[in-house]
């Protein structure tokens, strides 16, 4: 067991305020410490590039023995994530203020042979530290052999150092003691984890639960305990969930041998914003988790940030304090909202900072183009209906075909060349990324057409019920294929607007159950399968599926 302590890193250059967020991060929210450094990278690029280039580059790496002792002071060194379904990935994500404990029930896929398991908690949210103390208490329901794991009999306790609990300071850290289980790929560990503050206190929320496709994940909270939940025998089941929850930030473990042969599995860090999160998708991680969980002997971590450009994750935050030689790559997702906020010269210069910075830490750097951002006056069922937001597809259009041309950079300066100058480019020595990953053409209509894949499957007849989220249609020929996909409803939205659900079970040819936000009532409206996006901005499950199928191949492939 141990504790985040964040060493001061040089501020040479700083003023003194920043210098002052920087080394005392718990001081400043997320937003602030963001706000103040896309600020620098932004007016410092036009006057002076080498001291932006240095203090991303240098300052924030200092030497290797710097950034060791920056890393979780150590804690986590030998040991990798060996479980899916970790995590924290919305900034300001909390408790309500009210209730004072918590019980969550989260259930994670083993994705490599491991041994002798330690759950990682933490109290902080990526770039902010959590608002008070919190009291974690752990235990571990035995090993299941497939994702919907009935209520056990009994649970197994978890200790920190020896004791039954862990309090964390903000910014802390904790891990657990070996939980002696030896698991194979493919089950899966489900702790219970119980938080408790003082009245008045929040805990920082993990990722969202999703009983789609775990079948038993869930919450309870409350203002007074119930010992039930964490009983060592006959538990108390906990109820089933569709929300954000205090979730382990980190399942590790020891890879284990097999047949006497060195594990060597492969891992990837996955660096980004909501686009790599998945937001508004039911898969864990979305897409990047989807697909690296259907590998075998991969593994990842997710570590996103929902609106977040590429120098938010370069200030110091535990995020970056991950990057290390136990990761084999690092995919930097950025670009979406550098598009949006950034001009083309800043949003190269943002990610080529990041890279250089993932590079520096010893990791192959990954890229990827950008997706697209439009409105539509059809519930993105076609393309026909859909305009390109002009100032994100502006800057998005020429720096996809910057990177499709191998993203070249001057060999001394490490600055951006032109599309078709003389200059190294990805995949070749002295480059920072090893290989580039097309996410926009899983989704895109077409190369730099700014516009969405219409949608995938057919239109239907819907009429919607309010009891839980029941769809009927006369005309569908609902099947097993259509199973995950994502639904769009005319009308069925709160005051009339388009809908969006996934559905999660067939019930029959003509009814199917979806899970998102409940659906007005409506009889005999337009409906249609397959919407590659609800908002013009994220994916869908349905994208989700066309992103993930590509990322595995992509993976494959390196």
């Avoid at 005999?524 to 399968?529: D, K, M, R």
Wanted: glycine letters at 10%; aromatic letters at 8%.
């Amino acid at each position: 067991m141990g504790f985040l302590d964040p060493k001061p890193v040089t501020t040479a250059g700083l003023d003194a305020a920043t210098a002052a967020k920087i080394n005392a991060p718990g001081s400043a929210t997320a937003t602030a410490l963001n706000a103040t450094i896309d600020t620098k990278v932004v007016a410092e690029r036009a006057t002076t590039a080498t001291s932006i280039e240095t203090r991303v580059v240098t300052e924030r790496a200092t030497t290797a023995a710097a950034i060791d002792d920056r890393r979780f002071n150590g804690l986590l060194k030998g040991l990798i994530p060996v479980a899916d379904g970790c995590g924290t990935f919305a900034v300001s994500s909390k408790s309500n203020g009210t209730n004072t404990v918590g019980y969550t029930r989260s259930i994670h896929k083993v994705m490599v042979d491991a041994y002798d398991f330690r759950l990682v908690y933490v109290n902080f949210q990526h770039g902010e530290a959590g608002d008070n103390a919190i009291t974690v208490t752990a235990k571990m329901e035995p090993l299941s052999a497939n994702a919907t794991p009935a209520n056990p009999t009994v649970l197994y306790p978890v200790t920190f150092d020896g004791q039954p609990s862990v309090t964390l300071a903000p910014w802390g850290l904790a891990i657990s003691d070996p939980i002696p289980f030896n698991a194979t790929t493919g089950q899966y560990l489900v702790p219970r984890t119980q938080v408790n503050v003082a009245a008045g206190g929040k805990w920082p929320y993990g990722r969202v639960l999703n009983p789609r496709v775990t079948g038993s994940e869930g919450r309870i909270e409350g203002t007074t305990e119930t010992p039930g939940y964490m009983a060592a025998a006959a538990p108390t089941a906990i109820a089933g969930v569709y929300a954000n929850a205090y979730v382990p930030y980190m399942i590790v473990a020891t890879p284990s041998f097999v047949g006497g042969v060195s594990p060597s599995p492969k891992s990837v860090y996955g660096a980004g914003d909501s686009i790599l999160h998945g937001l508004g998708t039911l898969p864990i991680a979305g897409w990047f988790g989807d697909a690296v969980r259907e590998l075998t002997g991969w593994t990842y971590f997710a570590g996103c940030a929902t609106g977040e450009i590429t120098p938010g994750f370069l200030a110091p935050n535990p995020r970056l304090q991950l990057l290390d030689s136990r990761w084999d790559y690092v995919l930097h997702e950025y670009g979406s909202n550098e598009c949006a906020a950034l001009n083309l010269s800043d949003t190269k210069f943002n990610i080529i900072a990041g890279w250089r910075a993932e590079q520096a830490r010893g990791l192959k750097v990954l890229a990827n183009t950008v997706s697209p951002r439009t409105t539509s006056t059809d519930g993105w069922n076609t393309t026909t209906n859909q305009t390109p937001d002009s100032a994100h597809n502006g800057v998005r259009v020429p720096y996809n075909q910057w990177l499709r041309d191998g993203a070249p950079l001057n060999a001394s300066t490490f600055a951006a060349v032109a599309i078709g100058g003389s200059g190294v480019r990805i995949g070749e020595a002295g480059h920072p990324v090893v290989a580039l990953f097309d996410l926009a053409a899983a989704v895109e209509s077409g190369t730099d057409t700014g516009l969405w894949k219409a949608r995938q499957g057919r239109a239907f007849t819907a009429t919607t019920t309010t009891n839980g989220g029941v769809v009927n249609s006369p005309d569908a020929v609902f099947t097993s294929a259509d199973l995950n996909e994502t639904i769009w409803i005319d009308n069925a939205g709160t005051a009339g607007a388009d809908h969006f659900a996934t559905i999660t079970n067939i019930r029959n040819a003509t009814q199917v159950d979806v899970i998102g936000i409940t659906p007005t009532a409506t009889t005999s409206v337009s409906g249609s399968i397959g919407v590659v996006t609800s908002d013009g901005i994220h994916m869908t499950d349905t994208s989700t599926r066309l992103i993930k199928t590509a990322f595995k191949t992509f993976l494959q492939s390196l």
